[in-house]
């Protein structure tokens, strides 16, 4: 390494030569001897890589386009990417996420039954909203299916974004409803260049907050359309703080991060060898199962019009050659002078396959944060074992879960809610002048799928012990464990309970 002799090693020469030349020696072995073995560049494994520290959106914005396109790509064509996706999708979100409002009545001076009353009304409202088609702006999804969309695109592309939009329908309680835009259609307008404030399709101001969002009237590389581009600029808050557009991505690993890679961009590379590794040996075993029988007449005519597959040469002329490098199982070849089939034995299937493609798999299932045996839908290893993957899948999705709640959930409810007040459908004394207020009419709890279990018995009675100690609830137990709400559970039950003694009533009086 480079090191420099600086002012105060010459003026020490002067005095000193013999201390300035031990100066200079100290130093010239401290840069050889770097106090990170990882940044020796003196090492052959070291000595040739070469980086540099660029800004977050230096590092991920020039690669976003490329990124994209071989994430869909592997996730369309590729099983254990499809897998990584699917399996974060169905027990991050599965069937959609249950809310129940849960507002902090002693804040708001409410007894218990007003508490319960607003929240039941609360609550039908968002059901109405929610379980129809309207809640989306093209009318096709219920919010549902719209959390499966933003969930699995945020996964594929990176980022994907909601913009809150206002559409009074015939029949619709409430004019509120959701565009979901991809994140490719995020660009800078006529695809300028980043610049400072206007990066990546998003405007920003001095302190990096967003002022704006960009976006194309369609994909860069729609084929169905013609005619120039177009952008519109969409305001990323209202005047009094309430948010139009919802930007929703993983974790920000940089503090100046402005897009966001997909998720499987650490093993893309992986992937796509793993993919061709896998054609190959599949190939080759099929080629391995094929075999052909060669026969020779004295006048070389045997079968002369049978050889040729269909399709595959219209004569007896020039098919000869074209039969040679045609494989099927079971082909007949008629054999000319000094002609003779060779045996082919590839020796497959490869024994090291399998091994290879679990190593893969695990590397993935790091890379994606998803346990190999989750990723290929495969237990073999002990109950221990098998639990703890569990145990370690579930605490990424409980990740994942909170960060899809609080980026798209809970804003959107927020917005149906802050309609229904202004509509005049819920009461909400300060609602709209008061923030703390406005925060306690709208704290929610939100429920996803189910926890995975391997031993529901075992699950059941650590449930049963944690509640004895007090340290667990029933709420969230059946929230966990069945994805439902509890209140609502055992307003069923109840329901039931009361069926159960009725019948059991009438029955005794039948009997008598």
């Not at 020696?25 to 050889?32: C, D, G, I, L, N």
């Not at 039908?124 to 093209?138: F, K, M, P, V």
């Not at 599949?282 to 052909?292: N, P, T």
Request: charged share 25%; proline share 5%.
């Amino acid at each position: 390494m480079k090191f420099e002799v600086t002012r105060l090693d010459r003026a020490i020469a002067i005095v000193s030569p013999g201390m300035a030349l031990r100066r200079v020696q100290a130093r010239a072995a401290m840069s050889v001897v770097s106090g990170y073995s990882g940044a020796r560049r003196d090492r052959g494994a070291t000595a040739r890589w070469t980086t540099l520290a660029a800004s977050a959106d230096a590092d991920t914005l020039p690669d976003l386009d490329t990124l994209r396109a071989r994430s869909r790509d592997l996730v369309r064509n590729d099983p254990i990417a499809a897998s990584a996706v699917s399996t974060k999708v169905t027990n991050v979100v599965g069937p959609g996420h249950l809310v129940r409002p849960d507002i902090n009545a002693g804040l708001l001076g409410l007894d218990a039954d007003q508490k319960k009353a607003w929240e039941e009304q609360a609550l039908a409202i968002w059901q109405e909203w929610a379980e129809g088609r309207n809640c989306d702006i093209t009318r096709t999804q219920n919010f549902a299916e719209m959390e499966d969309t933003v969930y699995r695109g945020r996964l594929e592309t990176g980022d994907i974004f909601s913009i809150r939009r206002y559409r009074e329908r015939p029949g619709s309680l409430l004019g509120t409803c959701c565009q979901l835009v991809e994140g490719d259609r995020c660009s800078n307008p006529h695809f300028w260049a980043d610049r400072p404030g206007l990066a990546g399709g998003i405007e920003s101001d001095r302190d990096g907050a967003p002022i704006a969002y960009h976006f194309a009237d369609r994909h860069s590389l729609d084929l169905m359309t013609s005619g120039a581009h177009e952008w519109r600029r969409v305001p990323a808050f209202t005047r009094n703080g309430r948010r139009i557009v919802l930007h929703i991505h993983g974790s920000r690993p940089r503090p100046d991060m402005t897009r966001y890679a997909p998720m499987l961009a650490p093993v893309i590379e992986s992937l796509k060898q793993r993919s061709r590794y896998s054609e190959a040996e599949l190939m080759a075993a099929v080629v391995s199962a094929c075999f052909a029988i060669g026969m020779k007449s004295p006048d070389g005519q045997l079968g002369a019009g049978l050889t040729a597959p269909e399709g595959n040469g219209s004569g007896a002329a020039g098919s000869q050659q074209a039969d040679i490098r045609f494989t099927e199982p079971g082909i007949i070849y008629d054999l000319a002078d000094n002609e003779e089939v060779m045996n082919f034995e590839p020796g497959r299937p490869n024994p090291a396959y399998e091994p290879f493609v679990t190593q893969v798999a695990r590397e993935v299932g790091a890379g994606t944060d998803v346990p190999y045996e989750l990723l290929l839908k495969h237990f073999q290893a002990s109950y221990s074992a098998s639990r703890a993957a569990l145990e370690m899948a579930w605490q990424g999705f409980r990740v994942e879960r909170s960060r899809h709640v609080s980026q798209f959930c809970q804003p959107t409810y927020e917005d149906v809610i802050s309609e229904a007040v202004a509509r005049g459908l819920l009461e909400a004394p300060g609602f709209f002048t008061a923030p703390l207020m406005r925060r306690a009419w709208l704290t929610a709890t939100w429920m996803g799928p189910a926890r995975l279990t391997i031993d529901p018995v075992k699950d059941a009675n650590a449930d049963k012990t944690y509640l004895e100690m007090g340290v667990q609830t029933r709420t969230r137990i059946c929230a966990e464990r069945f994805g439902q709400d509890y209140q609502t559970v055992r307003a069923r039950r109840e329901e039931e309970d009361r069926e159960a003694g009725t019948s059991g009533t009438e029955e005794t009086s039948n009997a008598d």
